[in-house]
């Protein structure tokens, strides 16, 4: 893993490009944006990527999608989010597209066997 120098404090709510945000704080539709934005941050925390290599990869792909028709009403933009996510996190480490892939693909599959209300577990047996 490559560590950035120095990541700093996290800027004000308000400086990060575009997040959704009400009096409170960050308004997210769904848990998985909630959990994708803490990721940032703590990516962030330990020195992965510095926030101006972040905003570079958000804007990144907000630009690609918009270039591919992507509306930009606001529904997509932690898609957005986790894609640049993922990005910084296969361009900096060691993890590579299809390990990424075959955990969200086990991920997805625990979650279908998950009685509802209950955690979602994955099995020592898909885990790689």
Avoid: C, N
């Avoid at 361009?91 to 590579?96: G, H, N, R, S």
């Amino acid at each position: 893993m490559t560590a950035a120098s120095s990541p700093g404090p996290l800027p004000p709510i308000e400086a990060l490009p575009k997040i959704p945000i009400d009096r409170d704080g960050p308004v997210f539709r769904e848990p998985w944006e909630a959990q994708a934005f803490a990721m940032t941050v703590k990516l962030h925390e330990s020195g992965l990527f510095t926030w101006p290599e972040w905003a570079a990869a958000l804007s990144s792909e907000i630009e690609a999608a918009q270039a591919a028709g992507d509306p930009d009403l606001g529904d997509t933009y932690y898609r957005h989010w986790l894609k640049a996510l993922e990005g910084l996190v296969l361009a900096k480490t060691e993890l590579t597209a299809d390990r990424l892939s075959r955990r969200v693909q086990a991920w997805a599959r625990a979650a279908e066997r998950a009685p509802h209300g209950e955690p979602i577990l994955l099995p020592e047996d898909e885990r790689d």
